[in-house]
């Protein structure tokens, strides 16, 4: 008899598919720069993985392929069985489904933490006074309560990424594409910003791809697919317990 | 957070060429607004005086460019003169000149015992003893201006007359005037037999659409002469189409520098915005909403630009008015109307400023917000 407050998830033998690419290729400069050459890749729903390889192997190409921001050349990108491609709105796809957070963050300057974080919910029909209420319950959730009002000239970079990620949670995305989120920070906002990450990933059953060229990031993820010259070049599974 | 709150602080934070864009475009609906309000002022004098003196209809040759109209014979006041339904008329030669110490003043000559002399206040002094007597009458702001007083002697189209006299009259124009006989006029300025107006009056009882038909006889009379009812003398006159004409070339020459201006930076704004622009359009803003916050921006520096023309415009005004020789001729009449057209104008200025920028912002690919990293 299963213990009920388990339920079966623990069983389960295949998780769903969020996410897929279907022999995508992209090149750039008429041909002469093939930077994906044909990637299937598998995302399944609540999965956490890392991306890695040497620098100009297609990482970044791949994620934007998989947050809808490009298209490919050829081959498909599906998203809960939706080719993507087939999507009238991809600015609404990526508004509703995708958050996004960037090496060197990429906040609005002008605006203040609190509304940086409102600034994707601009496309919401929530109304302001929620809105607003929102964003200062991510700003807590990432440790930032009392950074609310400061502007990101004002914050240090740990503090600012960590604005980035409650921007990219506004609209309850399905997945978190992270492209080396932790590329601009020390040691110990590293640490705190990939906590955070395994912490979302954790407690929203979030399906978090990060890409990083340093293992010890890498690490974090369950599941660490190498990228080598514009193709899949492993894909397995991190051991248990790292790092 | 609205979209408002992101336009307002782009400008901001670029204060110093806000505030150049926004002088480039408040120049020029400054200038719009004080023509406006000289063309209004110059018309409600006209009416004004025209009113004072009872004066029905004005006739003078049609001339354009000069403020002041070519002269004609006097013959002519009495041919008008004896046409029906007209009570009294009286020739008028009027002339702007330098005097003394004034770059600029009207001296006007009235026929002598026609009905225009009745409506003078004289509050010092007395008349001009006959239509001969070399003597001037001062409105009250000319003998400030002109610091002169009864009694006193005044260089005058060469020769030198005595001030007899000064009087008060609601009109501007007139209070900032010199008034002496038609007769002395002629005689001193070469215009023997002259003049350049007929103010007339209509016997009691005619009405507008009459009042029309006995301009068209008027003009019928010889060509090239045109007869105004009072009500609409000020709107025909050459002064007022002359700044009307100029207000439409400033209106013209404003569009464009504004135009100009408005869209440079905002192009610039865009351009340096590339990866913002590209950021928003990664974490799911529409193309659409791109294009509302350019456009927004363009138009909410169109319309402080207007805001501070209008300011601007109130401000030479009152700097004008510093001058006496001008506070006691020229009103500069900023009406609500003048107002609202300039508003609206720098308005529509700054949007259509903003629709190529914002074009172009909305094209920018959201991809750029992983590449520059
Ligand atoms: N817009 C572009 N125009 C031309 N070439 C491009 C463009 N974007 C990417 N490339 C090329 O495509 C290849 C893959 O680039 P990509 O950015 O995906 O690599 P990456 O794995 O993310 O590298 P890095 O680790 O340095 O970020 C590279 O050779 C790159 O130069
Ligand atoms: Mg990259």
């Known amino acids: 008899m299963p213990d009920p407050r388990h339920g079966n998830n623990m069983e389960e033998p295949q998780k769903s598919c969020l996410a897929e690419t279907i022999a995508v290729t992209r090149s750039y400069e008429n041909g002469r720069v093939r930077a994906l050459r044909g990637v299937d890749l598998r995302i399944e729903e609540g999965d956490f993985v890392a991306i890695t390889g040497s620098s100009g192997s297609g990482k970044t190409t791949l994620l934007q392929m998989l947050g809808g921001l490009d298209t490919p050349d050829s081959g498909e990108v599906m998203f809960r069985g939706q080719v993507l491609s087939e999507m009238r709105d991809l600015s609404s796809f990526r508004a509703r489904r995708v958050g996004f957070v960037f090496q060197s963050f990429h906040l609005l300057p002008t605006l203040t933490a609190s509304e940086n974080v409102q600034v994707p919910m601009v496309e919401s029909p929530l109304p302001m006074k929620e809105r607003e209420q929102r964003a200062i319950q991510l700003l807590k959730e990432v440790g930032l309560a009392e950074r609310i009002h400061h502007r990101p000239a004002e914050l240090s970079g740990g503090e600012r990424q960590r604005v980035a990620i409650a921007r990219s949670l506004a609209n309850e995305p399905d997945l978190l594409l992270a492209d080396e989120p932790t590329g601009n920070l020390d040691r110990e906002s590293t640490t705190m910003v990939m906590e955070l990450l395994t912490r979302i990933h954790r407690e929203n059953g979030m399906t978090l791809i990060l890409v990083t060229h340093d293992p010890s990031t890498a690490a974090y993820a369950h599941r660490q697919v190498r990228i080598s010259d514009g193709l899949v070049d492993r894909n397995v599974p991190n051991p248990p317990g790292a790092p | ?373």
């Open chain 2, 1 to 373: 957070m609205r979209l408002w709150t992101m336009v307002s602080r782009n400008l901001r934070v670029r204060r110093m060429r806000t505030a150049l864009t926004l002088l480039g475009i408040a120049v020029g609906m400054m200038a719009i607004v004080t023509l406006m309000g000289l063309a209004r002022g110059f018309e409600n004098n006209w009416d004004q005086t025209l009113n004072a003196r009872g004066t029905d209809v004005v006739v003078n040759r049609i001339s354009t460019g000069s403020p002041i109209p070519a002269p004609f014979s006097e013959e002519v006041d009495r041919e008008i003169s004896a046409l029906p339904d007209i009570e009294d008329s009286g020739g008028v030669l009027a002339v702007l000149m330098p005097v003394e110490n004034l770059p600029m003043i009207l001296v006007t000559s009235w026929e002598w015992e026609s009905y225009i002399w009745n409506h003078l206040e004289i509050v010092e002094g007395r008349m001009q003893k006959d239509g001969h007597e070399k003597a001037v009458l001062l409105g009250k702001s000319a003998s400030q201006i002109l610091r002169k007083q009864v009694g006193d002697s005044l260089q005058l189209l060469g020769s030198e007359f005595s001030v007899c006299g000064i009087y008060e009259s609601t009109s501007m124009i007139e209070s900032g005037a010199i008034v002496i006989p038609l007769g002395v006029m002629q005689s001193h300025s070469d215009n023997a037999g002259k003049i350049n107006f007929v103010n007339l009056r209509f016997s009691p009882g005619v009405d507008k659409a009459r009042g029309r038909e006995i301009c068209d006889r008027i003009e019928q009379l010889h060509s090239g002469l045109s007869a105004s009812l009072a009500s609409e003398a000020a709107q025909r006159s050459s002064t007022a189409q002359g700044v009307k004409g100029m207000t439409l070339a400033v209106t013209l020459l404003s569009m464009v520098v504004g135009l100009a201006s408005v869209m440079n930076t905002m192009l610039m704004s865009v351009f340096e915005r590339t990866v913002e622009i590209g950021v928003l359009r990664a974490i799911g803003w529409k193309a659409a909403r791109i294009r509302r916050m350019i456009l927004l921006e363009a138009t909410l520096l169109g319309i402080s630009g207007g805001v501070l023309g209008v300011l601007l415009g109130f401000l030479v005004r009152e700097l004008l008015y510093l001058f006496p020789a001008i506070s006691g001729t020229i009103r500069v009449e900023i009406g609500v109307e003048a107002i609202v057209f300039t508003l609206l104008f720098s308005t529509v200025v700054g949007a259509l400023s903003g629709l190529y920028p914002a074009i172009r912002a909305s094209r920018m690919k959201p991809t750029v917000a992983f590449r520059h990293q």
